[in-house]
């Protein structure tokens, strides 16, 4: 391990050094903070996916100079700098770090809500979350998207991430549901409107403490009034809205008010989207002057619940337990120990044969698929949620890799309007890197186990 400057590249075989010497560096050292010259990495011979759809290049060179990717060329091409460190990627295929664009760190994959909800909001600020955090970089997720958790534990976890002081992707948080009354016990997380007025008043407080994103659900239970004020007054200080979209009336009264992205590939076992839904999205997708519709189907888990019912040794896997203290991985072991009888997926085996019929109907009209999961909900974990999706829509969906990969790279940094900062490997763009031995275009499900991982210039893997 050395530390050159502020720029810090930590090389250690066990994880939990790495991790902990990059979190305690990257502390005690500061981003920008130091004078001499920035360290230079240089990542040599893999073949680079950019994340911009094109022919991926071979014998890759990226140029890693402190936070941020300085040059990206060939063998041959672009020379080594000298005094750059060099890693070694021959073999392997290197992209961007992934996104999640619909994950949950305030749970981890225990099946009892009320029970979870009564026992841990006082664990989440300082060990539930940034466990979460934590198991999805090592993921080789870099940037993620969450859905619903408490407003002040969501925004101290995103900023201590920022400042690097624990390790995790590059959060955008939304902090509390906002809906049309919280269910019993969630009131934490979940805030109830009533009126324009109190929708737009609770918007501005989630602006207020600096959420990026707003997070809309049960919109069928509010006025159209209130859906459009949620909306409206969101746009104004520059935050997307993301909606749930389990029940129809959810998207019809979302499309009319203007929401950016919807979640789930949702009416439960009902055989497909009604044909007005379809229309009003073809509408949405067709007028170019807002950009694309987005839209996060988390299609995985209910494709694979039957076999992970049958087959649950993942169940098992320490990686989903890291950084969780042995008594929260007990009660979260008991409440799954019995994958077949939790109520929650006692209607997928009915709503899969459906899911196809109803992704394909979203494609054709036209939105754009982001990568994301509800990582953290019953028996899915932060530790693989993510390439089970990718897995699902190439191996099972039939979608190409490299399109599956721009719905987790390219397009959520489109979606969240930071796309000039990262998303893609070229130069100027924050280095969030990772690279797995073999040909993830060939074989997608090699995105299960990174070998290498790299947010803003630090490796974590
Ligand atoms: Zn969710």
């Given amino acids: 391990m050395r530390v ?16 902990g010497a990059a979190m305690a560096l990257a502390g005690a050292v500061g981003f920008g903070q130091g004078r001499a010259p920035k360290k230079v990495t240089v990542l040599v011979g893999g073949t680079l996916i950019d994340g ?27 020379a080594v700098p000298a005094g750059a460190e060099v890693i070694s990627t021959e073999g392997m295929t290197v992209l961007p770090g992934l996104w999640d664009m619909h994950v949950h760190l305030m749970i981890n994959g225990h099946s009892d809500y009320p029970h979870w909800d009564k026992t841990y909001p006082p664990l989440f600020e300082n060990v539930i979350m940034p466990a979460s955090a934590k198991q999805l970089l090592l993921a080789g997720v870099t940037s993620a998207r969450d859905l619903g958790a408490p407003l002040k534990d969501s925004i101290s976890v995103r900023d201590r991430i920022n400042k690097g002081i624990i390790p995790g992707p590059t959060m955008y948080m939304s ?70 979209s ?6 019809r009264k979302g499309i009319v008010a203007g929401v950016d992205c919807f979640e789930h590939t949702g009416l439960s076992s009902a055989p497909e989207y009604p044909a007005d839904i379809v229309q009003m999205i073809r509408e949405r997708s067709a007028d170019m002057s807002r950009g694309p519709l987005w839209w996060t189907p988390t299609i995985e888990g209910l494709f694979n619940y039957e076999y992970l019912r049958d087959n649950p040794e993942q169940l098992d896997d320490p990686a989903w337990q890291e950084g969780l203290p042995p008594e929260v991985v007990a009660d979260i072991r008991q409440s799954i120990a019995h994958p077949d009888r939790l109520s929650y997926f006692q209607l997928t085996p009915q709503r899969r044969p459906t899911l196809r019929r109803k992704f394909e ?19 899915k974990f932060h530790s693989s949620s993510t390439w089970r999706e ?57 995105l299960q186990r990174v070998d290498i991982v790299v947010k803003h210039g630090v490796r974590y893997r």
């Fill in 175 to 244: 902090g509390p549901f906002i809906q049309h009354r919280p269910y019993p016990g969630t009131e934490l997380f979940r805030w109830g409107v009533e009126g324009t007025e109190d929708a737009r008043a609770k918007v501005r407080k989630l602006a207020d403490a600096r959420v990026d994103v707003v997070k809309l659900i049960d919109q069928d239970q509010m006025t159209l009034e209130e859906v459009k004020a949620v909306v409206d007054e969101a746009h104004k200080h520059g935050l997307p809205v993301v909606a749930h």
């Fill in 52 to 78: 911009y759809g094109g022919r991926p290049i071979r014998n890759a060179v990226v140029v890693v100079e402190g936070e941020k990717i300085a040059a990206v060329g060939q063998v041959g091409q672009l």
């Fill in 361 to 379: 109907q979203l494609r054709e009209a036209g939105v754009v698929m982001l990568v994301g999961t509800d990582s953290g909900i019953p028996m």
């Fill in 4 to 19: 050159n400057g502020d720029y810090v590249w930590v090389r250690v075989v066990s994880r939990t050094l790495a991790l």
């Fill in 246 to 251: 389990h029940r129809p009336e959810e998207i």
């Fill in 390 to 446: 990718l897995d699902a829509w190439v191996n099972i969906l039939g979608v190409d890799a490299m399109t599956a990969i721009r719905g987790a790279t390219y397009w959520p940094s489109v979606a969240m309007k930071v796309d000039d900062k990262v998303g893609t490997i070229e130069p100027g763009k924050f280095a969030d890197i990772i690279a797995v031995k073999g040909d993830v275009l060939r074989h997608i499900a090699l």
